[in-house]
Structure formats: structure tokens, C-alpha cells
């Protein structure tokens, strides 16, 4: 499975971005996807995933401003940013589970791929 992230930017503090990962996998459906984020000198950390049913979970610190979606007909998962603050500034990595495990997770430990990044920068 190879995962390719795109999207990022540089963007004011307020402004909106939209990540997008495309997957190379067929049963992309059956696949839970995340996004997790790494700024400089800090731990990888979650951002937002989705399972094949639909279900979602947000960090706390992105809740009500990010929106995780996925458009299983291109094989594609979204990350719709808004509001976007200083504190966003990170490299974003796109990430699935593979679909054996029947596992969901926020757990960067537990995804099996990940794409290569995309850089966000949010200027104040």
C-alpha cells in the first residue's frame, strides 16, 4: 500500500487548507485512515481518523475545525482545515490500518502505512 500525501502550504493564521492522501489499494474501503501531525522537535502526534463505517475521532486541539473525510470511489482520504492557528504548524503524514487487524485506533503505533508527508505552515 503506498500512501501520497498533498495539500500543504503555507497559509495566514485563520485560513483554511485541504490535505489529501491517495491511496494505491483497491479495497481502500475496508481500510481505517488517519492523519497525524509532527512539528519541529516534538513527538508525532493524532489528528483525526476515520474508520470504513464512517466513524471519526479529532484531537481535542482540532476538534470543531478539522473535518476528516474520505471518497472511497478515488481511493482518497481528505483533511479539510479551517480556522487554521500558528500551533498547526507541522509536517501532516496520511496513515492506514491494514484491514486483517479489525482495528480502529488514534494510535499512531498501530497503522501499518503512512505516506511521506506534507508541510503546513500557518503564519500569525
Known amino acids: 500500500v503506498q500512501l501520497q500525501a498533498s495539500g500543504g502550504g503555507l497559509v495566514q493564521a485563520g485560513g483554511s487548507l485541504r490535505l489529501s492522501c491517495a491511496a494505491s489499494v483497491r479495497t481502500f474501503s475496508t481500510y481505517v485512515m488517519g492523519w497525524f501531525r509532527q512539528a519541529p522537535g516534538k513527538e508525532r502526534e493524532f489528528v483525526a481518523s476515520m474508520s470504513s463505517s464512517g466513524l471519526r475521532s479529532y484531537s481535542d486541539s482540532v476538534k470543531g475545525r478539522f473535518t476528516i473525510s474520505r471518497d472511497n470511489a478515488k481511493s482518497t482520504v481528505y483533511l479539510q482545515m479551517n480556522s487554521l492557528k500558528p500551533e498547526d504548524t507541522a509536517v501532516y503524514y496520511c496513515?492506514?490500518?491494514?484491514?486483517?487487524?479489525?482495528?480502529?485506533?488514534?494510535?499512531?503505533?498501530?497503522?501499518?502505512?503512512w505516506g511521506q508527508g506534507t508541510e503546513v505552515t500557518v503564519s500569525s
Open positions: 496513515a492506514a490500518i491494514n484491514p486483517n487487524k479489525r482495528s480502529y485506533s488514534t494510535d499512531y503505533q498501530r497503522y501499518d502505512y
